[in-house]
């Protein structure tokens, strides 16, 4: 896939810890084919300013933030705002914290490419 579409429950939590973890092991020249899905989460009550923090943060470090309707699912053209490459994307759906650690076998969604750097130490996040 060109592209890897995230999207679940809950913004604030699962789902930004999803995508720290895959920003975390993602080639950094290539962070614009992970796309957020900002239509397709929500926080959870009481976290609207980890949710909205969290998507600033992807956004600065590159990810493709955008909603469901921007999105240029498949075809050839690009949508105003969307990763769109005409190619069907991965969609990650992030599962439940109680996975953690390991969390994600990241090696099956990056390609054995980045198998290697995706096995390289967890940073910490202060958010975490």
């Known amino acids: 896939a060109e592209r890897v579409v995230v999207c679940g ?23 614009q084919k992970l796309v957020l899905l900002t239509d397709c989460a929500s926080p959870v009550g009481g976290f609207d ?39 069907s994307p991965a969609v990650v759906v992030s599962p439940m914290p109680a996975e953690r650690p390991g969390h994600h076998d990241l090696p099956e969604v990056l390609g054995p490419e980045t198998e290697a750097r995706a096995k390289k130490p967890r940073k910490t996040s202060p958010t975490r």
Do not use: I, Y
């Open 49 to 87: 300013d980890a949710a909205r923090t969290f998507v600033e943060e992807m956004t600065a470090a590159g990810v493709t933030v955008t909603t469901s309707e921007q999105l240029e699912w498949s075809g050839a053209g690009k949508s105003a705002g969307a990763a769109g490459t005409g190619a």
């Open 9 to 31: 429950q809950a913004l604030s939590h699962c789902v930004a810890f999803t995508m720290r973890d895959l920003v975390e092991r993602w080639p950094n020249n290539q962070l």
